[in-house]
């Protein structure tokens, strides 16, 4: 069975400005590592030069589309499916952050999605990098998964002051290739889970 997830509109338009040019939280151990670096402009939201990784085992297309449900300029997303182990399959459209800067600032600061489902991070290689979630308002969940999409593991995340000394890390179960970031307690409507599997490429369905 296959179903197609509606993607949400939470706030208004300055909201949504906000959101996207603050993109938010990100590794808190080497690739990412260290003090988030100033928030990205709204303009500076666009694909990584070359286009996104090549990925094994995941049809991640070169470039991900423009946004076409925001109408920001820049802002970057892809089409992405959950199959769960049922094999019921969830589609949805995410926010990509595919070279060091964006996947460091991740979420930060950002309390509307504008629509989209969450954000997914991108790497060429295996990693396992944990995250955490210093200036990150808004309570989230993280899943991980390896070069082949498939499940490593998820946990909820909570939200920590800038001026918080010690942070917590959440740490992954094993290396993974992508990891993708959703308001907390999402990630049961997308099917995630253990068993499931993660699909990206193609441009979003139309938010209507």
Same mark, same amino acid.
């Given at each position: *069975?296959t179903?197609?997830r @509606?993607t949400?509109?939470?706030?208004s338009a300055?909201? %949504?400005a906000?959101t996207?040019?603050l993109?938010?939280c990100?590794g808190?151990?080497?690739?990412g590592?260290?003090?988030?670096?100033d928030?990205?402009?709204v303009?500076?939201l666009?694909?990584p030069a070359?286009?996104?990784?090549?990925v094994?085992?995941v049809?991640?297309? &070169?470039a991900?589309?423009p946004?076409?449900?925001?109408?920001?300029p820049g802002a970057v997303?892809?089409?992405?499916s959950i199959?769960?182990?049922d094999?019921?399959v969830?589609?949805?459209?995410l926010l990509?952050?595919?070279d060091a &800067?964006?996947?460091?600032?991740?979420?930060?600061e950002?309390?509307?999605?504008g629509?989209?489902d969450? *954000?997914v991070?991108?790497?060429d290689?295996d990693?396992?990098t944990?995250?955490w *979630?210093?200036n990150?308002p808004t309570?989230? @969940?993280?899943?991980?998964?390896d070069?082949?999409?498939?499940f490593? @593991?998820?946990t909820? *995340?909570?939200?920590c002051?800038?001026d918080?000394?010690?942070?917590p890390?959440y740490?992954?179960?094993g290396?993974?290739?992508f990891?993708?970031?959703?308001f907390?307690?999402?990630?049961?409507d %997308?099917?995630v889970g253990?068993g @499931?599997r993660?699909? %990206?490429g193609?441009?979003?369905?139309d938010?209507?």
């Open positions: *069975m179903t197609a @509606s949400r509109r939470r706030a300055v909201a %949504l906000v996207l040019g993109a938010g990100g808190a151990s080497g690739d590592a260290g003090t988030p670096a928030p990205l402009a303009d500076e666009a694909p070359g286009g996104a990784p090549a094994e085992g049809d991640l297309p &070169e991900p589309g946004s076409e449900r925001t109408g920001l997303e892809t089409a992405a199959t769960a182990a094999g019921t969830t589609g949805c459209c990509v952050a595919a &800067e964006r996947r460091q600032r991740g979420l930060m950002v309390t509307d999605l629509g989209y969450g *954000m991070f991108v790497w290689h990693v396992e944990g995250f *979630m210093r990150t309570p989230l @969940s993280i899943a991980w998964f070069a082949a999409g498939d490593v @593991s998820a909820d *995340m909570e939200p002051p800038d918080e000394e010690d942070c890390i740490p992954p179960e290396p993974y290739r990891a993708v970031e959703v907390q307690g999402d990630l049961d %997308l099917g253990p @499931s993660l699909t %990206l193609g441009a979003c369905a938010a209507g």
